[in-house]
């Protein structure tokens, strides 16, 4: 199974209550509330209560 579709598998499974941290830059999903990107670096990260 490939990494992004490991990680999209979490996602979904994720408890209705858990948050989505994303780069606003790049588009990348983050595992846990970052200060920046590991991709591009980007420092702007969004926060999505689910």
């Known amino acids: 199974m490939s990494s ?3 990680q ?3 996602q979904f499974l994720k408890p209705a209550d858990s948050d989505l941290y994303e780069c606003r830059h790049c ?3 983050l595992e846990k509330e970052s ?3 590991p991709d591009c670096g980007c420092e702007d990260i969004a926060q999505y209560k689910l």
């Open 8 to 10: 999209e598998v979490k």
């Open 4 to 6: 992004s579709l490991l």
């Open 27 to 29: 588009g990348k999903t």
């Open 35 to 37: 200060e920046k990107c």
